[in-house]
């Protein structure tokens, strides 16, 4: 396999926690140092490494030290670097010290990255230490695996699950995206404008970007050989995804209805909100329900903007209004926007639409505030059969995802409940919410 690039794996974590013991355990030799000191592997040290026939290269990223002298913020700074560059993150921990502050915020340095992640929590060495594995689930960095280092226990299948994260090999090479690149495209927001031919997707992002203050820019789409327009906004860039045809005056074809479908949702595949255009003076049409439904299967959050709005009295906006609430009741509480992309009318209200769902997207909830309305919600309605949650932690974002730990099977109807009380409770609007359960028998 000549020209097929080898992953990297960019470890990290706290020093002390294990990161040298666990490079040694996988490499199965003394490559790095191994002290009982913070900060002795300074180095970054790079070795290659194989499981089950994959080869990779592990990078020690030599420590994450938040804050700290003038050596630790440049250790912090290699190891960030070191993020950029790898493919995948193995993000180590330590069970017997538990959460900490500077674990914390290496994680949302890493989540930040959009890296994968391979949560490991060392110092595992007997099952008395397992139950410890479950607090670092607030960490939001996935489902944390025990290992220990220093024993081998756990590895092997810690190693498993790492090589199932590498990018699948390759024969063609990566697109030239270089590193900057790659990495500002991850952290901006990215918004598909879907809609049915001729309802006003081109005028109205054309209003969008008209705006004085948006500096404008092409990038490499996101999707395949498609050209994606990124804007300043006040709330930060927002890139909309696949603009080619909307920049211009005179607009490329944009093909049969089926070939825009296809098209807008590899956009909204790639987007963290879409916003869906409807043509006010046709109502919610079949077509617009079908995408609506497949922009909602994808787990987009969907702000709906009724355009041409000018064009309706009083009496056919109540209508439309109407069937929007009818046929589009899937999509739970969405933001409906009302606009007039020629005059520009309405259209002021689309941005903000746009950043107040993506906040509730990437909303954060402390446990302890999860576990509190969790708690009530069991008191007021209690589970069929004694089963009962007994702990809750948010474990992601983007969207919202909840772990729940009970003692037995909690049935749908249930989980819909606690979903609601979670979404009354925090305001998550119409944003898509996960709930995982996971029995636990203590
Ligand atoms: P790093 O600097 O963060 O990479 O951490 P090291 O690999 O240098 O380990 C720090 C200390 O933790 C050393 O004393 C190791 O022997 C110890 N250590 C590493 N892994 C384990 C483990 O699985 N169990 C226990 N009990 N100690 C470990
Ligand atoms: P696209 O195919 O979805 O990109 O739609 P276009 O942006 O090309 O718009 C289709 C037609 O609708 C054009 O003739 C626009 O001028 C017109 N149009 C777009 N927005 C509005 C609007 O708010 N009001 C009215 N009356 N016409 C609009």
Known sequence: MPDQRVPVVAIVGRPNVGKSTLMNRVVGRREAIVEERPGVTRDRKEVEAEWNGRDFVLVDTGGWLPGGDHLDAKVSQQSERAVLDADVVLFVVDASIGVTEEDDRAASMVRRSGKRVLLLVNKVDDTNREPLIWDFVRLGLGEPVAVSALHGRGTGDALDALVALLPAPVEAPEPAADGEAARRARDVLSVALVGRPNVGKSTLFN???????????DMPGTTRDTIDTVIETPGGPLRFVDTAGMRRRSRIDQGTEYFSLVRALQAVDSADVALLLIDATEGVTHQDQR???????AGCPVIVVLNKWELLDAEARALVQADVERKLAFLGRAVVVKTSALSGKGVHKVLPALSGVVD?????????????????????????????????????????TFTLFANRELPRTYLRFLENRIRDAFDLGQTPIKLRVRKRTD
């Open 360 to 400: 509730e997207y990437r909303r954060r909830i402390p446990t302890r505030q999860v576990n509190e309305v969790i708690t009530l919600a069991q008191q007021a309605h209690p589970a069929p059969g004694g089963a009962r949650v007994l702990y809750a932690t948010q474990g992601a974002t983007d969207p919202p």
């Open 291 to 297: 995408l609506a439904e497949r922009v909602e299967g």
């Open 207 to 217: 209003r969008l970007i008209g705006d004085e203050r948006s500096v404008v820019h």
